[in-house]
């Protein structure tokens, strides 16, 4: 199986801040990468897919980058909405697999 | 717009078999992946495999000796059926929709949890 290691497992900012998240896959995946958020009791919701592209709907303060084996979600301007805890997903094997989770708390 | 529903039992004893069934309303069955993705509590995702509309299947290989899904296009549902099981095994459990553009998931459901004790 192919490891998603994210960082930081717990991130505290606050709102109007600018975060990063980093997720790193044990081989390269290429860009076949996605981004989800999920808040308690809730399912994870679809963010970002082949590392950079937003889903509908999704603001743009959202954004994703990376290629090979390192990759970032960054949040440009938090809103109160956003503290939740985020997952990558790679894809580029058919054994998906989930990076173990940011959770993303106010300061 | 696609949902997506699990249904099942809550509680399953040891050693006992775990089945669950996801219903899909809106959007078509076909050309897609139905997949079933689980969440220990307190943890993180695992994907536990899917399903396609043709009913070609993949497993995760962690739990491919114990797992089965199917897929009923005339009732739009796919099922979950996890053997011997354990407290480990105790999770939510989310039906998703894989999609077609790539092996992510686009769609899910609102999660079942199962929980595995005597």
């Known amino acids: 199986d192919i490891q998603m290691t994210q960082s930081p497992s717990t991130l505290s900012a606050s709102v109007g801040d600018r975060v990063t998240i980093t997720c790193r896959a044990s081989?390269?995946?290429?860009?076949?990468l996605a981004w989800y958020q999920q808040k308690p009791g809730k399912p994870p919701k679809f963010l970002i897919y082949?590392?950079?592209s937003l889903e509908s709907g999704v603001p743009s303060r959202f954004s994703g980058s990376g290629s090979g084996t390192e990759f970032t979600l960054t949040i440009s301007s938090l809103q109160p909405d956003d503290f939740a805890t985020y997952y990558c997903?790679?894809?580029?094997?058919?054994?998906?697999?989930f990076g173990q989770g940011t959770k993303l708390e106010i300061k | 717009q696609v949902q997506l529903q699990e249904s099942g039992p809550g509680l399953v004893k040891p050693s006992e078999t775990l089945s669950l069934t996801c219903t899909v309303s809106?959007?078509?069955?076909?050309?897609?992946?139905w997949t079933w993705i689980r969440q220990p509590p307190g943890k993180g995702l695992q994907w536990t495999g899917y399903?396609?509309?043709?009913?070609?299947?993949n497993y995760n290989p962690s739990l491919e000796s114990r797992v089965t899904i199917s897929l009923d296009t005339s009732k739009r549902q796919f099922s979950l059926r996890l053997t011997s099981v354990t407290a480990a095994d105790t999770a939510v459990y989310y039906c998703?929709?894989?999609?077609?553009?790539?092996?992510?998931?686009?769609?899910w459901g609102q999660g079942i949890l199962v929980t595995v004790s005597s």
């Open positions: 399903i396609y509309s043709s009913g070609t299947t």
């Open positions: 809106g959007g078509s069955i076909s050309a897609y992946f």
């Open positions: 998703a929709r894989r999609s077609s553009y790539g092996g992510f998931f686009d769609y």
């Open positions: 082949e590392a950079s």
């Open positions: 997903q790679q894809y580029h094997s058919y054994s998906y697999t």
């Open positions: 081989q390269s995946i290429v860009n076949r």
